[in-house]
């Protein structure tokens, strides 16, 4: 079953309550451990990052190649609705 962008923005918020930097290279299978199609879940994933950044929660970062999306502060000082 694919993820909705509600579970994406789930996982990623559970995932940034213990880290501050998300990439693909590195993060994306342990955001999502069992894909059933690893592209589209992949958008799915970087909508909702779209959506954290729109809310000022995440910064995207284009470094050699790469995008990370950073923490702009804590957590547990931000509200994800």
Known sequence: MYLTVSDAAARLREFFQNNNVF???QHFHEVVPICV???L???IIAHAL???EQ???VT???VEEKTAFVLNRKLEHSRIV
Request: net charge negative; charged share 45%; hydrophobic share 45%.
């Open 23 to 25: 990439t693909f290279e």
């Open 37 to 39: 199609d690893e592209a």
């Open 41 to 43: 879940e992949a958008a």
């Open 60 to 62: 995207r970062l284009d």
């Open 55 to 57: 809310r000022n929660l």
């Open 50 to 52: 779209k959506l954290f």
